[in-house]
């Protein structure tokens, strides 16, 4: 279909993909001059509404995403074709680069620090798409495009749906078997963590260079996905980052509620392994991350033979059912056990007997020794309040309202009087000590420690942690010591400047404040590929750690096609050439068919791809060539007719009465410029006339 406008605007060059649901062309806009993707429906899916409707949800899926990891969505729709059917189409960016899934072909498995640096990058998108309650379904290699700058685009939201939509047909499943969740795999209601599983198997792949699961068709592989744990990847892999396999391992937890709570939790921690630091875990704690997640109890491939399916088609297929109950019902063992013998009943009253007296002899020794006795009541536990997400003051009144970490006033015995006279004695002397009863406890600051730290979110004096945790049972609470942990609101760090370095240089360089570095291509006619251009925010900025510094990254230089020039005036011709960015050289030559001011030759021709700057050199016409009418004035008739001749003009002779054999006049007059070829009249002069009427020769000069 190459060469094909559709929808009266995008030309299509060629072919760059397909898949089970439509293939995709490069095209250009034709109104706007720039390169695209266009995906066109496989026609024969074209009439089940079910697929035209998951095309559909495709576009209205991603064009509402907005972020430089996701493919952008630019433009979709249908129109009819000449069999009468309609052809739809979704326009989308044009990605420079590779599929994730053609490299790990290619290369095998990844850098942890590349594969760790890749997921966080897909993390974001997640996290965006997330954000808008839209669940990817089909997360896997083949639909993580990978860029020449190192960042990555996800596409393909074409089984994407909303969390609260219903696209999926009762008992089947729409997926790629080697990459979905077990509760898709399944048929259950999916959330975010099933997008945060397939993620896990794709990093696992790259990882590695090998799936988890794979079977001889897409339904025992989904099984497998359902039933079986997953090799260790640093089994298969003895140089993968154990961080990284922690990652994974929590990503691929069977049960959702033990993965990753968002994809930008996992993204955070990804970033911790690209930069080789630890990492959080699924559910914020280091010792959880510590915690061996994936144990490889199987060997790689177990299970029934035969070819692997396709790992990379997305494709329907029935749910499959949890195994489990099956599985705790079989015999034990694979057997069955014995009826016990009757012979054993006897033997087990006598122990039962001999039990009883024990007991029954123990519990008069007990008694004797008077260990049937009330105990004393035990001392009153107060429990440690909650003093976190408040401000330090209201932390301290609530620590002295339970009695924690305080300096109790002393207490005034009844009926003992101030002094040693009995100074204070009389109604003075009660309200004191009714005063001194009514006295606030202080706190104890020798038992409160205050740490303070940046945070995130809470801002500067609100308490973070507090040890002893909330709800602890505290046996002397007076006397706890407590830790507080204040905040100091969010750390700002100064914006460097990025300008010249490369994205790897740049998250090196903003890696201390944990940016999160937003990266877009464009062409560029002097900065280097790969180099950055510009920066947002400027350089010298001060951001709280984690946020987003935008830069726009130089694609190189542009090659632009050299456009037909010839039969266009100087004039039209030097503007178009240098508003596409190239220079112009004009050379001016006589012509005798082209009029003056017009183009007549071009070097390059057209359709040449030069560099932005290039010189195109253009001929322009000076129209005819004229000649300068020479002076034959009293020149003799034949060296005046060659002097003409030889000048390109074409001599007219005439006579008149003058002096005899000369030229006494021309036409047009010596020095003008005439058009070569022009006619020029000499006038011969005839002779004198006496007065008789004869003309007689004139003297000669």
Request: glycine share 10%; proline share 7%; net charge negative.
């Amino acid at each position: 279909m190459q060469n094909v406008l559709v929808g009266k605007r995008y030309r299509l060059v060629e072919k760059i993909g397909a898949g089970g649901m439509a293939d995709v062309y490069k095209a250009v806009d034709e109104t706007l001059g720039r390169t695209v993707a266009v995906k066109l429906m496989h026609a024969q899916l074209a009439q089940d509404p079910s697929f035209t409707a998951r095309f559909q949800q495709e576009a209205k899926a991603a064009a509402n995403l907005q972020s430089p990891y996701i493919v952008n969505i630019y433009d979709w729709g249908s129109e009819a074709v000449s069999d009468g059917s309609l052809l739809y189409y979704i326009v989308m960016e044009y990605v420079r680069g590779e599929d994730l899934k053609s490299i790990i072909r290619r290369t095998g498995a990844l850098p942890s620090a590349k594969v760790a640096e890749i997921g966080s990058m897909v993390c974001a998108a997640l996290k965006v798409a997330h954000g808008y309650d839209i669940i990817h379904r089909d997360i896997k290699p083949h639909n993580i495009m990978v860029l020449p700058d190192g960042s990555v685009k996800v596409m393909d939201f074409g089984i994407a749906r909303a969390g609260n939509t219903q696209m999926t047909q009762t008992g089947s499943v729409l997926g790629s078997a080697h990459y979905v969740s077990p509760e898709q795999a399944q048929g259950r209601d999916l959330a975010a963590a099933s997008d945060l599983y397939s993620l896990g198997v794709v990093l696992y792949e790259a990882g590695t260079g090998k799936m988890p699961f794979d079977g001889d068709s897409p339904v025992a592989t989904a099984l497998k996905q359902v039933q079986e744990q997953a090799v260790r990847p640093t089994s298969l892999n003895p140089q993968m980052d154990p961080q990284l396999e922690q990652v994974i391992g929590f990503a691929m937890a069977k049960d959702p509620r033990a993965r990753y709570a968002t994809a930008d939790a996992m993204r955070r921690d990804l970033l911790h392994v690209a930069r080789g630091e630890p990492i959080v875990g699924a559910h914020g704690s280091g010792d959880d991350a510590a915690t061996t997640v994936m144990p490889g109890v199987v060997p790689l491939g177990a299970g029934p033979g035969g070819g692997p399916a396709d790992a990379g088609t997305t494709t329907v297929m029935p749910a499959v059912g949890d195994s489990n109950a099956a599985a705790s019902s079989a015999p034990i063992g694979g057997r069955t056990v014995p009826p016990e013998p009757e012979s054993n009943k006897k033997k087990i009253w006598i122990w039962i007997g001999i039990v009883l007296a024990l007991i029954a002899a123990g519990a008069i020794i007990a008694w004797q020794l008077g260990l049937f006795d009330a105990p004393p009541p035990e001392p009153e536990v107060v429990l440690m309040p909650a003093v976190t997400d408040v401000t330090l003051e209201v932390a301290r009144a609530r620590l002295i309202e339970a009695g924690v970490a305080v300096i109790v006033p002393a207490e005034t015995e009844p009926g003992v009087l101030d002094g040693e006279n009995g100074a204070g004695t009389g109604a003075g002397g009660a309200a004191g000590a009714i005063a001194d009863a009514l006295t606030p406890a202080e706190p104890n600051e020798d038992l409160i420690t205050i740490i303070e730290e940046h945070h995130p979110t809470l801002q500067a004096g609100y308490v973070i942690r507090q040890d002893p945790v909330e709800d602890a049972e505290l046996a002397d609470p007076a006397n706890t010591a407590v830790t507080l942990t204040v905040s100091l609101g969010e750390r700002m760090f100064e914006i460097p400047d990025l300008t010249g370095m490369t994205l790897d240089e740049a998250r090196e360089a903003l890696a201390e404040g944990d940016f999160d570095l937003e990266s877009t291509v464009e062409d560029h006619n002097t900065i280097p590929e790969g180099q950055i251009i510009s920066q947002n925010p400027d350089a010298g900025e001060e951001l709280p750690g984690g946020s987003r510094v935008r830069v726009i990254v130089s694609g190189g230089v542009e090659s632009i096609n050299v456009p037909n020039v010839r039969t266009m005036t100087r004039q039209q011709a030097n503007t178009t050439l240098t508003n596409l960015g190239f220079r112009v050289n004009v050379t001016e030559v006589f012509s005798n068919d082209v009029a003056e001011g017009v183009v007549i030759d071009q070097n390059p021709r057209e359709g040449a791809a030069l560099a932005h700057g290039s010189t195109v050199e253009i001929t322009v016409s000076r129209g005819q060539e004229l000649v300068q009418v020479p002076n034959v004035i009293n020149m003799g008739e034949e060296q005046a007719i060659n002097t003409l001749t030889n000048a390109g003009l074409r001599p007219r002779v005439a006579h008149a009465e003058g002096d005899f054999g000369i030229v006494i006049a021309q036409d047009p007059s010596s020095g003008q410029r005439v058009a070569p070829g022009s006619n020029v009249t000499i006038t011969i002069g005839s002779g004198v006339d006496d007065g008789s009427g004869d003309l007689l020769p004139g003297d000669t000069p």
